[in-house]
Every structure is written in structure tokens, then in C-alpha cells.
T-cell receptor
Framework: DAGITQSPRYKITETGRQVTLMCHQT?????MFWYRQDLGHGLRLIYY???????DKGEVPDGYVVSRSKTENFPLTLESATRSQTSVYFC??????????FGQGTRLTVV | GQSLEQPSEVTAVEGAIVQINCTYQ??????LSWYQQHDGGAPTFLSY????GLEETGRFSSFLSRSDSYGYLLLQELQMKDSASYFC??????????FGAGTQVVVTP
């Protein structure tokens, strides 16, 4: 299916575990982004990528790792999950920095 | 760095007009975007302004004044389905797309 998909949609994990959230887009967009959304904070940028093998930190990168070996994939890894990382995570992609297309989100709960 | 300010909530009745303001501070300006997000859903793109003036798309319009570092989203003929959060967003020169905290629009009958 064309578009941008995130998996899993829901995840419960324990404190200290490593978790990887997947993001896949079929448009060959150059830009990809990871955001977290918490009540009262809107969308906060975690990491972004301007192209394959080019990534950079956003506003709240601590505790997260990304990679982008292929244009279409942009996984986000929580190296050692903490309760403060409980959030809704959105992946997005775009051809320029004017319009971003969002995935449906991953609701992550760290217990 | 960049910062964006927008009101947290606006309430209006069906059929009314709502204006959501956004003021921004950026090291370089590359345009102002607006997104809509319904509860439980993903943000969706509404509009983009790179130049001063008004852009109209159906019932929604977006305005930009670069000299005032200010823009707004105008929602006309409000409908119940317009109840959602609305975000302004700006990119920087490196492509980072940063969002405001969002404005919740509540439409009442």
C-alpha cells in the first residue's frame, strides 16, 4: 500500500528494555521525521533525516537512536526505555520542508 | 533556535468564524504551515505560506506577515467536524520541521 506506515500501533514494554519503532514510506520522500506527542507539549521533534545516511537531532533526542540506511525506512530505537518515554510517537515524511505526511502513530507505554 | 506561540484553546459555535494566531521566532524563515489533528488521529497538512498574504482553500484560509513574524489560520462556516487541534509549523534551513503546541478548537452546536 502506498503511504507511510508505522509499526507497531501499540506497544507496552518494561523499563530498561530496548524498543524499536518502525517507519516505512513508499513515496521515496527525502525527508523523514520522528515526533513524540504528549499532552500539553504538542509535537516535539526527536530526530530527522534529510536523506539516506543523513540524520540529525531534534529538540528531544536523549535516549533515542535512529538510522536511515534506506530512503524508505527510518526506525527509532529507545535504547533503555524509561517511563518518561511513554508517549505517542509519530513518523512523518516529505519531499521538502513544507508539507509532511504523518503515519498513524505508535502508542508506547513503558511500565 | 525556533519558537512558535499559539493560543491553547478556542471555542465557537457552528457557522461562526475562528481565527487561530501564530507568532514565531526563527533564525531564518522558510515558510509557515498549518496542520489539523483530530483526537486519536494523525496530523494532516492544511496549508503553507511562504510569501505575505492570504491563501484560501475552501472554508480555510491562511495568512502570513513576514515583517510581523505572524500568521493565522481562518476557519469559516464552522462545522462540528472542525473540532480538532490545529498546529502551526516552521522549517529551518536544515529541514527540521518544528511545531507549535497546538490550538484546540471546540465547536458547539
Amino acid at each position: 500500500d502506498a503511504g507511510i506506515t508505522q509499526s507497531p500501533r501499540y506497544k507496552i514494554t518494561e523499563t530498561g528494555r530496548q524498543v524499536t519503532l518502525m517507519c516505512h514510506q513508499t513515496w521515496s520522500h527525502s525527508y523523514m521525521f520522528w515526533y513524540r506527542q504528549d499532552l500539553g507539549h504538542g509535537l516535539r521533534l526527536i530526530y530527522y533525516s534529510a536523506a539516506a545516511d543523513i540524520t540529525d537531532k531534534g529538540e528531544v533526542p536523549d535516549g533515542y537512536v535512529v538510522s536511515r540506511s534506506k530512503t524508505e525506512n527510518f526506525p527509532l530505537t529507545l535504547e533503555s526505555a524509561t517511563r518518561s518515554q511513554t508517549s505517542v510517537y509519530f513518523c512523518a515524511s516529505g519531499t521538502e520542508n513544507t508539507e509532511a505526511f504523518f503515519g498513524q502513530g505508535t502508542r508506547l507505554t513503558v511500565v | 533556535g525556533q519558537s512558535l506561540e499559539q493560543p491553547s484553546e478556542v471555542t465557537a459555535v457552528e457557522g461562526a468564524i475562528v481565527q487561530i494566531n501564530c507568532t514565531y521566532q526563527t533564525s531564518g524563515f522558510y515558510g509557515l504551515s498549518w496542520y489539523q489533528q483530530h483526537d486519536g488521529g494523525a496530523p494532516t497538512f492544511l496549508s503553507y505560506n511562504a510569501l505575505d498574504g492570504l491563501e484560501e482553500t475552501g472554508r480555510f484560509s491562511s495568512f502570513l506577515s513576514r515583517s510581523d513574524s505572524y500568521g493565522y489560520l481562518l476557519l469559516q462556516e464552522l462545522q462540528m467536524k472542525d473540532s480538532a487541534s490545529y498546529f502551526c509549523a516552521v522549517p529551518d534551513s536544515w529541514g527540521k520541521l518544528q511545531f507549535g503546541a497546538g490550538t484546540q478548537v471546540v465547536v458547539t452546536p
